[in-house]
């Protein structure tokens, strides 16, 4: 039988504690070790994020994804969590986003 590993992320950061108003913001999910192939999702406080005018996800290979916002707002603010899964498991990875001001 094939033992097949669950993903395993790496930390998300937007690259500092409280971001500004009008800042581009980035996160990466990246599975750094599992077997493919994974399925991406992300959430902001819980609610699946769909792509919308300066906020999109994009996957990249088979093992990374990435959101974006063009223009961050206080309505961004809250906490964004990338899961993935495969055939062997789903795991989370969370990161707070905090708007200046």
């Known amino acids: 039988a094939l033992f097949l590993e ?26 750094i070790r599992g077997d493919p192939p994974f399925s991406f999702t992300w959430s ?13 996800t994009s996957q990249f290979g088979g093992r990374s994804s990435m959101l974006m916002i063009d223009s ?6 809250g906490k964004y969590t990338c899961t993935v899964s495969n055939v062997a498991g789903q795991v989370s990875e969370s990161t ?5 001001g």
């Open 96 to 100: 707070e986003l905090k708007v200046n």
């Open 6 to 31: 669950p993903p395993f992320l790496t930390p998300m950061s937007f690259g500092s504690d409280i971001v500004d108003e009008n800042d581009f913001g980035q996160l990466v999910c990246t599975v």
């Open 72 to 77: 961050i707002g206080h309505r961004h603010s």
């Open 44 to 56: 902001l406080q819980g609610d699946v994020v769909n792509s919308e005018p300066g906020l999109s």
